[in-house]
């Protein structure tokens, strides 16, 4: 199995920004795909942000606009910019990535609050 880890999450004022990140054992860069979802108490695992292999981009109509999905060569990672940021994006956010034969492999998640 191929750990993800997520990093970056934490506690922000509404309006404020976070950047969450996600890397990977091996070059990240290796995933027909990498996505980050978010999950709120009591909802389902939705798709925040995703980018594919080609570096094709796709957001959430919620947040387009405000995040910005983004791959690191040099660190190996992909990162999802975060500003912005409203009550309503508070969740536990995850990365994803797709693997070239159809696995799917998921981080451990990593909590954003967004609250005054």
């Known amino acids: 199995q191929v750990p993800l880890v997520e990093s970056g999450g934490g506690l922000v004022q509404p309006g404020g920004s976070l950047r969450l990140s996600c890397a990977a054992s091996?070059?990240?860069?290796?995933?027909?795909?990498v996505d980050w979802y978010r999950q709120a108490p009591g909802k389902e695992r939705d798709l925040v942000a995703g980018?594919?292999?080609?570096?094709?981009?796709n957001y959430a109509d919620s947040v387009k606009g405000r995040f910005t999905i983004s791959r690191d060569t040099a660190k190996n990672t992909v990162s999802l910019q975060m500003n912005s940021l409203k009550p309503e994006d508070t969740a536990v956010y995850y990365c994803?990535?797709?693997?070239?034969?159809?696995?799917?492999?998921w981080g451990q998640g990593t909590q954003v609050t967004v609250s005054s």
């Open positions: 091996g070059s990240i860069f290796r995933f027909t795909s």
């Open positions: 980018i594919n292999s080609g570096g094709t981009t």
């Open positions: 994803h990535a797709l693997g070239s034969r159809g696995a799917n492999y």
